[in-house]
């Protein structure tokens, strides 16, 4: 079996005398599934046009098996290559089973009508899409998603050995869209078809790609698989957006998460604006870990409070959330007890604080200093406790934790409930 080869060759894009693209280049072969992604306006539809002959490159080419695709004959594109746009506006009322079969168009001669072999590829195209029990229905009353599937039917039905598709996911439901990404990825590696899909969704696209375009500017800003392209940093920069980056532990591709963005006012802010009065920032530190500190730290910088913390492993969800905000903690190595100098740290971090929030950690022997840290706290000033459950659903010290967590709450920390509790205790401390 011959594979097909697609290659973009320094290609650049205008629309009359605005430049969209510019040396835009890159090549695929038979398997490849290259997802494009982009902010909006960065060039993706334009990509696309330019791959199925919609929209001429002004320099540079399009090769197909090495022949420049604008140099071929329409019909031999046309078998080589199909277009699922976002949008396919239809006004007549064809029904679904004539949609698909106009599919078979570039396989007819010019006077030929559709033969049995031609209604059974598109049959296999409709059930494949699972649109088959609509291939009566007029396309007109059809829903957006169920019409999205039956384009994507007639572009299979064409037998391409490229397939382009812009946001094949547009209006369909979370169903769907996994169906028809299967679908495709399927064809793609058994009938090793080339696939360029553009994404709005990065974590789909590192899901079903094996290689990534992230264009901007104009320009590729960068190419390769989805580890090397969907970093935080990448994504900081081209979309603007603050994420974590990791890698899901049911799928194991690259997952990002958008972390929300927030209208933190600085303490230099604060200060210019008389907030503050002259005194000091109001210092609060926080002990927590896998996890169950990210959600008060949001909410007490969103509010201009200096926000401490510690010790955290350097792989813990709190720590990961420290480095996107940008808050002093004392951190420990990857799975390492919190050693005796790093305790030392945290108490030194303890000791600027005004006041000190235990959230609802679990504790084991290695972070059992961090119990005995929130007890040297409230000997000189406040702990909040965060108590969602309790102690002994907690505790993995065989009572340890419990009898210093005992003493605390006996020794007058504040026992409160949730994260949102701590706001108006803390705003009521700093006044």
């Known amino acids: 079996m011959s594979f097909i080869t697609l290659k973009i060759d320094n290609i650049a894009c205008r629309y009359e005398s605005t ?15 290259v997802g494009v992604l982009g902010p909006n306006g960065s060039g993706k539809t334009t990509l696309l046009r330019s791959i199925s002959r919609t929209l001429r490159p002004h320099m540079g080419a399009v090769l197909l098996n090495e022949k420049d695709i604008y140099a071929l004959p329409s019909k031999e594109v046309a078998r080589n290559l199909a277009v699922v746009p976002q949008d396919s506006p239809i006004s007549f009322d064809f029904t679904a089973l004539e949609i698909v079969l106009m599919g078979r168009t570039p396989h007819l001669g010019r006077f030929e009508i559709e033969s049995a072999k031609d209604l059974t590829i598109a049959k296999r195209a409709m059930e494949l ?31 391409p050995k490229v397939l382009l598709l812009d946001e094949p996911t547009t209006h369909l439901d979370i169903n769907h869209q996994i169906e028809i990404l299967s679908l495709i990825k399927r064809l793609n590696k ?27 500017h104009r320009k590729i800003f960068s190419l390769g698989s989805p580890e090397k392209v969907l970093t935080a940093e990448n994504i900081k920069k081209v979309y603007d957006a603050e994420v974590l980056v990791k890698r899901h532990p049911a799928t194991n591709s690259i997952y990002v998460t958008l972390l929300p963005r927030r209208n933190y006012v600085s303490l230099s802010t604060l200060f210019l604006k008389g907030v503050s009065k002259g005194r000091s920032p ?76 235990l ?65 108006p205790i803390i705003e009521k401390m700093a006044r």
Request: overall charge negative.
């Open 19 to 33: 430049e969209i693209l510019e040396n835009i280049e890159f090549s695929a072969s038979g398997g490849d599934f």
């Open 129 to 159: 899409t699972n649109t088959w029990h609509l291939s009566e229905r007029p396309i007109t009353e059809l829903s957006g998603g169920e019409r999205q599937r039956v384009i994507l039917a007639r572009a299979l039905a064409q037998e």
């Open 190 to 216: 058994e009938e090793k078809k080339i696939v360029i899909a553009v994404f709005h969704d990065l974590n789909l696209a590192a899901l079903y790609c094996d290689f990534l375009i992230l264009l901007h």
């Open 282 to 357: 109001f210092v609060i530190h926080i002990i927590c870990g896998a996890g169950t500190g990210s959600q008060l730290m949001h909410l007490l910088l969103e509010k201009g409070y200096q926000v401490t913390a510690g010790v955290l492993n350097a792989i813990d969800t709190d720590h990961e959330t420290h480095q996107h905000l940008g808050i002093s903690i004392v951190s420990e190595a990857p799975f390492s007890p919190i050693s005796c100098e790093m305790h030392e740290a945290n108490l030194g971090l303890i000791d600027q604080a005004d006041v000190v929030v």
């Open 359 to 423: 959230t609802n950690v679990p504790f084991g022997y290695g972070n059992l200093k961090n119990l005995e840290a929130a007890e040297f706290a409230l000997e000189n000033k406040p702990v909040l406790l965060i108590e969602k459950a309790p102690i002994e659903q907690r505790d993995f010290t065989q009572g340890e934790a419990k009898k210093i967590y005992t003493r605390l709450k006996s020794n007058g920390a504040i026992v409160l409930h949730s994260p949102e509790e701590v706001l």
